[in-house]
């Protein structure tokens, strides 16, 4: 009968541990860790320039993204959000984008498109304030934000809507935009990346199958304590 508690528990820990989306943020090299609270290449650090963090639902497949940045809002110089590129095997090449519906000067809608970018000769936009050296504008190079959004080519592979809410605490307001459907990439391992528009910060993140493992593990072993306690 023990067992059989012992064996609930875990199969409840793990349905639990699956439900509950993970942060998939890691260190982009460029600012002091954590990403929450800096922004990147000496911009102004305040929340609303604050790229936060990146989820991920292994129950869904699901992606979102936090940050203090308003995707529906207007902000200075019509900066706007760019689009999720992904790499799936970390060598530099970004293999697809979830490409966002862009408007103007912010998000026309709430809808997306996944691009494979193997094929249709993609182009990528740059940056509003490219560094330049001889104007030397902001006095520092962001380049290394880059890629920014997709303009044109690739092929269209799938697509659809993403779910948009906000949240206040003591940082200021938080912005989540999510339910992004990644079940075309289940079971790979692949690395995301975001800037907005002038590239003043950056955001990465990685979906990688052992940190599910570490978790997973981790519980069981409480589970196995709590019961050998009992």
Known sequence: MKKLFALAGCISLVATINATPINITIFDGFNPAPEDGNTNFNSVNTQEWDLEAFFYDN????????????????????????DIFIDLNRNSTWDYVI?????TNKLANDSYSIVDLAVGNPQFADLQEPYDASADRWGYDHSDALPYALISGGQVIGGGTFSYSSYKDFQGT???????????LAGEEYFVHQTYSCGNDLLVGNVTEPTIIIMLGLGLLSVAFFHRKK
């Open 174 to 184: 938080h912005y989540t935009l999510g339910a992004i459907d990644m079940s075309f």
């Open 99 to 103: 490409d966002l519906n862009q408007g």
């Open 59 to 82: 129950a869904t497949n699901e992606l979102s993204m936090v940050s203090g940045f308003n995707a529906f809002g207007t902000h200075q110089e019509d900066i706007m959000i760019g």
